[in-house]
């Protein structure tokens, strides 16, 4: 089994050396041996740093050396590469030029020929355009009534439908009043009934009342019958109260009944007059767009002249600069060949310039790149053992965490247990004394009843 030679085990080996130096032998082997194993864990502490510091050396500078070889190589391939490209560009460019050369003469051609067939095409489209705005207004002019028309009969549907709507209304409204009224009328029976029925158990009460009453002192007797009888007086004034509620509430829905009634005869009369009211507004509306119609049609012959007019002002002017545009592309041909004569010549200058400049920024981005490379390593290296200080603190931090964290949990449970506990004693304490509270109050209450009835046997 081999160990490979990484950052962790020359840490290791660093750690180790660290522990022996501060490695406690005193109290653990004789004293005469003390002397001698301190010095020895010191000089294999040293041996062990130094060996350490060699293995770090030797691993950075095999790094350095593999970093170097890879830049140099990265370096003369990224050289062929733009050698390559920039012959490639050479070619390309010098085919690009005769390229556009051929295509300058034989666009300064087409040019001429496509003003030529411009201005005939202009003509033509001139008289296909005037063809098509007047058609496009007769159509124009034709929808706008067939839309207008179909508006019309819209506006007539949905009046139609409002109307169907507000008549349903006002019959829903009647059918609402009358289940009303019966549920009045229901209400007012089921009250009858339940006074009648509460009537006759207090009858039937009082019935009993007497009969307990006559098997006590005649005293107690007269004084029950006494009793009942004006509980009977306040009972039937209490019906004769109720039955007028009755006939007050009885009242107040036939009232409302016929004002919900004449409120949907008003509102069906309104509705009436405005339908009225949108039929003759139709009737103008139709009016008018048939004056709309006729000026439009008057518009649309007036604009048509105008046009034709328009089109054969546009066709001498066409004609016109067809003239002028075939002298102004046989000057703009000219012009373009001697600029594009001019243009390769600063190209294939620009071409010499970029090539050599580009061969020296190649350079200085290689030996930039090299020293780039070299620094990151450097900083790598340097980044790797602050993290591993930091992740050392890290852990330390978290275990000191961990041991703040459980302290306070143990803390709050403990807190937690003693309000528990206080709550469960003080509740406790709260039911014994309610308990007390009941009990000395049906004490009294029991002494209480028993005097009563000691007075009760004493008057007997």
């Known amino acids: 089994m081999t160990t490979k030679l990484d950052p962790k ?8 050396a660290q522990k022996l130096q501060a ?4 109290p653990r082997v004789l004293e005469e041996a003390v002397e001698g194993l301190t010095a020895t864990a010191a000089e294999l502490s040293q041996k ?19 970093i170097a070889a890879r830049e140099a190589a990265k ?16 070619e390309k460019e010098a085919a690009r030029i005769a390229k556009e050369e051929a295509a300058a003469a034989a666009k300064a051609q087409a040019a001429l020929e496509l003003e030529a067939m411009r201005a005939a095409a202009a003509a033509i489209k001139a008289k296909e355009q005037a063809e098509k705005e007047e058609a496009k207004a007769r159509a124009l002019a034709e929808k706008e009534a067939a839309k207008e028309a179909a508006r019309l009969a819209k506006e007539q549907a949905e009046a139609e439908k409002i109307a169907a ?42 019935e009993k009342a007497e009969a307990k009453a006559r098997e006590l002192a005649e005293k107690e007797a007269a004084k029950e019958a006494a009793r009942l009888a004006k509980e009977q007086a306040e009972a039937e004034k209490a019906a004769a109260k109720e039955a007028a509620r009755l006939a007050k509430e009885q009242e107040a829905a036939e ?27 139709a009737e103008k509306l139709a009016a008018m767009l048939a004056a709309a119609e006729a000026r439009a049609q008057a518009q649309a012959e007036k604009e048509a002249a105008k046009e034709a007019a328009r089109l054969a002002k546009e066709q001498a002017e ?3 600069a067809a003239a002028k545009a075939q002298a102004l592309a046989e000057k703009e041909a000219a012009k373009e060949a001697a600029r594009l004569a001019k243009e390769q010549a600063e190209a294939e200058k620009a071409a010499i310039r970029a090539q050599a400049e580009a061969e020296r920024e190649a350079v200085r981005a290689a030996a930039a790149e090299l020293k780039a490379k070299q620094l990151a390593e450097k900083e790598a290296i340097r980044l790797e053992k602050e993290k591993r200080a930091a992740e050392a603190a890290a852990i330390k931090a978290a275990q000191d965490a961990e041991r703040a964290k459980a302290n306070q949990a143990e803390e709050e449970a403990k807190a937690r247990r003693a309000e528990a506990r206080a709550k469960a004693i003080a509740e406790y304490e709260a039911k014994q004394k309610a308990r007390q509270a009941e009990a000395l109050a049906q004490i009294a209450a029991d002494k209480a009843a028993l005097q009563a009835e000691k007075k009760a046997m004493v008057k007997a």
């Open 255 to 281: 009232k409302a009944a016929a004002k919900a009634q004449a409120l949907a005869e008003k509102e069906a009369a309104k509705e009436a007059a405005r339908i009225a009211k949108e039929q003759a507004e």
């Open 318 to 320: 066409a004609e016109k």
């Open 165 to 206: 709507k507000e008549r349903a209304q006002a019959e829903k409204l009647a059918a609402m009043l009358a289940a009303a009224e019966a549920k009045a009328q229901a209400l007012a029976e089921k009250e009858a009934a339940k006074e009648a029925e509460r009537l006759a158990k207090e009858q039937a009460a009082l």
């Open 75 to 90: 370096a003369q391939a990224l050289a062929d590469k733009e050698a390559a490209r920039l012959a490639a560009i050479a």
């Open 48 to 66: 062990m740093i130094d060996f350490s510091l060699q293995l770090t050396a030797a691993t950075e500078a095999k790094v350095a050396a593999d």
């Open 9 to 16: 085990f020359i840490a290791l080996l660093a750690d180790t």
């Open 23 to 26: 490695l406690e032998i005193q």
